[in-house]
């Protein structure tokens, strides 16, 4: 079992930045890809972005590409998510996930991290 933990989420302007990180333990070594979602009030949880942990391979919504940067770092078992040049749009909690497989599920989440965004 793996356990996700977030963290860097807070309360900034529109245009700012913010650097989310999921710190992950346990079966790590077993991963296929991480992955960032978010769920804003109402609405369903989306996809933001995701890496293939081994190849460093990026993917990324359309809403975010050329904003956000997903990254990882092996020695610390942790995916970053840099967002810049925030909108209000990008409120939500966001959440990490992994994959062990591909095309298979995300089966562990962490307890997600708040972002919002004021005008």
């Known amino acids: 079992q793996v356990q996700l933990v977030e963290s860097g989420g807070g309360l900034v302007q529109a245009g700012g930045s913010l650097k989310l990180s999921c710190v992950a333990s346990?079966?790590?070594?077993?991963?296929?890809?991480m992955g960032w979602f978010r769920q804003a009030p109402g609405k369903e949880r989306e996809f933001v972005a995701r890496?293939?942990?081994?190849?460093?391979?990026?993917y990324y919504a359309d809403s975010v590409k050329g904003r956000f940067t997903i990254s990882r770092d092996f020695d610390k078992n942790t995916v970053y998510l840099q967002m810049n040049s925030l909108i209000p749009a990008d409120t939500a909690v966001y959440f990490c996930a992994r994959r062990a497989t591909p095309g298979g599920p995300y089966a562990d989440w962490g307890q997600g991290t708040q972002v919002t965004v004021s005008s």
């Open positions: 890496i293939r942990w081994t190849a460093g391979v990026t």
């Open positions: 346990g079966r790590t070594f077993s991963s296929y890809d």
